[in-house]
């Protein structure tokens, strides 16, 4: 059977396309109501070394976390600049949500299908954030951008307990936590379309957390494994210092939170405090 309709093999395919707009319809494209297959064996590590990982256009230019410009939402280059960083987030979510179905076989096809969806929305994402970026005057690429969302990706390549605990669970959640601020923000100074394309974001992402909350305790379980004593050793292991409150408690009970982890991360945030 030809690859064109196998799903791994397309998100393969999607992840090493370097343009935006290509990526975007090549992952909107992905039929899950038609006639495709899943072939849970492959192994395409061969097919990913021909071609860079991910694949990205040259601008934005990426640079150190510390560089990237401050994100007032007093001017309209500032409010460009805070949507050109959230279109980034959203960029570099497409091309996790497709590196984890090709990367890690031996998964169950409800694992492959969910990732697909979820990258599906995050093209969404990112097409509703360009499309209001183009109505201010600028576009994907306009300012710089940090690649720290898909520095963990690399560092969690070879453990796929790893990429649930420290991606969707830590670097996606935190989304969780400042949109709301965010909207805020722009709501003072008159934004509602922003703030309206952010509602949408921040309910699908509740659900995106959900998906990634729910197959890291799968993981966990098929390894014996205790989740909240596994993810403080994996923080821990990791050097993760993106995990820091306030918590959208809320937000993050809706996204498969349990009351233990809650409890855990108001015990950090209470640690933190005391610093």
């Avoid at 998100?11 to 038609?34: M, Q």
């Avoid at 949500?97 to 169950?108: E, K, T």
């Avoid at 008159?190 to 992402?205: C, F, N, P, Q, R």
């Avoid at 379980?221 to 292991?237: G, H, K, M």
Wanted: glycine share 6%; charged share 25%; proline share 5%.
């Amino acid at each position: 059977m030809s690859h064109t309709n196998c799903l791994r093999r397309q998100a393969l395919d999607a992840l090493l396309l370097p343009d935006p707009c290509s990526k975007v319809t090549a992952v909107e494209s992905i039929n899950l109501e038609g006639d495709y297959f899943i072939d849970t064996e492959a192994d395409y590590q061969a097919i990913a070394a021909r071609a860079p990982i991910p694949g990205r256009p040259v601008k934005p230019t990426l640079v150190d976390p510390k560089t990237v410009g401050m994100r007032s939402v007093q001017t309209p280059e500032g409010r460009a600049t805070l949507l050109h960083a959230i279109a980034h987030i959203e960029f570099n979510a497409i091309n996790l949500h497709l590196d984890i179905v090709w990367r890690f076989p031996h998964q169950s096809k409800a694992f492959y299908i969910d990732r697909i969806n979820v990258a599906k929305e995050e093209a969404k994402h990112f097409r509703l954030l360009r499309q209001r970026l183009g109505a201010m005057g600028y576009d994907y690429g306009a300012f710089t951008a940090h690649n720290g969302l898909w520095e963990m990706a690399e560092r969690t390549e070879n453990d796929l307990l790893a990429r649930l605990a420290l991606v969707p669970r830590t670097l996606e959640a935190r989304g969780l936590d400042v949109t709301p601020a965010i909207q805020q923000r722009l709501a003072q100074v008159g934004d509602d379309k922003s703030v309206a394309i952010l509602d949408i974001i921040l309910e699908e992402e509740i659900g995106h957390v959900d998906i990634g909350n729910r197959w890291y305790v799968s993981e966990c379980q098929s390894r014996n494994l205790d989740p909240i004593e596994t993810y403080a050793a994996l923080i821990d292991q990791y050097a993760v210092t993106s995990l820091r409150g306030p918590f959208n408690k809320e937000a993050r009970k809706q996204a498969g939170f349990s009351d233990g982890d809650l409890a855990w991360l108001e015990s950090l945030e209470q640690h933190s405090k005391k610093r």
